[in-house]
């Protein structure tokens, strides 16, 4: 077996592996790639002790994907974070506002607020640290280029989804909204083609619905874009393009902001990339009629 060289082939190795991994493996492997910065950073205890195993698990973690031991799996994360210059990693900022706020039980609405808002906040700038230029660009033209777009996000993904279906229908485009009504979404999900996209957005608990949906597109041959919280996801493991967004949790109820960002940012750099092309026909249109004339005559 060869040895993932880079980060990238590491996590892609991980993902592609995932199933056949042991129950503790798979915890060490949510965790490897869901907190790279502790991966790059902490010692082996600190990391096992957040991880809820024993040291001697992640180094079995590492030796099953051909490393000597964690040590030389660490040093990719460690190039990573040297390469990328990066800021404290979003877990660690949560870590240390939980340690600032304490536990606090009953609290007033606007203490409660000013928690939600704080941590909102770094929620949205991890995400424009960590959400992939180039995919943000792939999953713009997907969405222009397709036929129709069909959207599906259950339970508390549902704003996102319905978000996206009334705004992209304000661009034009052919949109259909995957609810599941009247118990449906087998008949809802029936006409997805190869020329369309859908946009399959699960966060944990994952819905097994929306996971259904997603391997039905897949078969169909049609491109799957996701939003959802871990590359482990069952909708992320199987989408050509993933967005992988580590949303606001306060008290064990989690936001929507990061989410809800990430989908208005691409709908609206569809809405531009429309427009874009509609004008680029209108002004064309005079100069093909001018053509024809000078033909005629």
Aim: proline share 4%; glycine share 4%; hydrophobic share 45%.
């Amino acid at each position: 077996m060869s040895i993932p060289e880079d980060i990238e082939a590491l996590r892609a190795e991980i993902v592609a592996r995932h199933d056949e991994l042991s129950p503790r493996l798979r915890q060490v492997a949510a965790y490897v790639l869901d907190h790279p910065y502790d991966m790059g950073l902490e010692t082996l205890a600190v990391i096992a002790q957040r991880c809820q195993v024993q040291a001697s698990t992640i180094v079995r973690f590492a030796k099953a994907f051909g490393y000597d031991g964690a040590s030389q799996m660490q040093r990719l994360f460690r190039d990573e974070l040297i390469n990328s210059n990066p800021s404290p990693s979003y877990a660690e900022r949560i870590r240390q506002f939980n340690e600032r706020t304490g536990a606090a039980g009953n609290l007033s609405p606007h203490e409660l607020m000013e928690e939600f808002v704080t941590s909102s906040i770094m929620a949205l700038d991890n995400m424009n640290e960590m959400v992939d230029a180039h995919a943000l660009e792939q999953a713009v033209d997907d969405m222009v280029g397709a036929a129709a777009v069909y959207l599906i996000g259950l339970r508390r993904s549902f704003p996102i989804a319905a978000y996206m279906a009334y705004a992209l229908r304000h661009v034009g485009k052919p949109v259909h909204l995957i609810d599941g009504l009247a118990g449906m979404l087998d008949e809802q999900s029936s006409m997805i083609a190869p020329e369309d996209v859908l946009f399959a957005i699960s966060f944990r608990p994952y819905a097994k619905e929306t996971a259904d949906i997603v391997a039905h597109a897949k078969s169909a041959g049609a491109c799957v874009i996701a939003i959802s919280d871990s590359r482990l996801s069952p909708v992320s493991r199987l989408a050509d393009i993933a967005f992988n967004i580590k949303d606001a949790e306060v008290r064990q109820f989690r936001s929507l902001t990061g989410s809800l960002c990430l989908a208005q940012t691409l709908v609206v750099s569809c809405a531009q990339r429309v427009e874009q092309k509609q004008s680029t026909r209108r002004a064309a249109a005079p100069r093909r009629r001018a053509s024809r004339k000078s033909r005629g005559r």
